[in-house]
């Protein structure tokens, strides 16, 4: 692919792509000027892997996976404990549960403290709204790995409630 063909595709990809991985980003870490730079960063490592896509999966799936991997990597590289904003934790993952008696902040604390890989699948499946076999390719794990950190997810959103009295989620 030359880099004319390059150029466009790129101009393409990030007409259709970027605010979603822009929204992505702020979501995540809940800083739009880091948010940005991340988002370029997504953009830079696209174009210089354009001539190695197949096509084996949607492009919008192989930039988000280039996504996830630039935001592990930028977790690792600042040690951010908190990866998600808790003022932005979209209705989605909510799973459609908001007794009128508790506030937000406790799903907020819940989702804080859930670990990682349960964070990414919970997001992925209600704020993204993939399929577990998209999340499998997007995160290259077995779909079952995927079902069962949902289910873990969901079981630990469900403890952390019963444990502060709250029933029926």
């Given at each position: ?60 799936t ?24 808790l003022?932005?934790?979209?209705e ?42 998209e ?18 997810a ?10 502060r ?5």
């Amino acid at each position: 692919m030359d880099d004319y063909k390059r150029t466009k595709k790129l101009e393409e990809f990030m007409n259709l792509y970027s605010r979603k991985i822009f929204n992505f980003f702020n979501y995540a870490i809940g800083n739009k000027e880091e948010a940005k730079d991340l988002v370029q960063d997504v953009f830079l490592k696209v174009y210089k892997s354009l001539p190695k896509f197949r096509g084996d999966s949607s492009p919008y799936t192989w930039i988000y996976k280039i996504a996830i991997n630039t935001l592990r990597n930028y977790i690792r590289q600042k040690k951010i404990k908190k990866i998600f904003s808790l003022e932005k934790i979209p209705e989605e993952i909510q799973m459609g549960y908001d007794p009128p008696s508790r506030p937000h902040s406790l799903l907020y604390d819940a989702f804080k403290e859930m670990p990682q890989d349960l964070k990414e699948v919970i997001l992925l499946y209600y704020y993204e709204e993939y399929g577990t076999k998209e999340i499998s390719e997007i995160l290259d794990i077995p779909e079952g790995t995927v079902k069962s950190r949902l289910y873990r997810a969901r079981e630990f959103i469900k403890n952390y409630f019963e444990k502060r009295g709250i029933y029926g989620v």
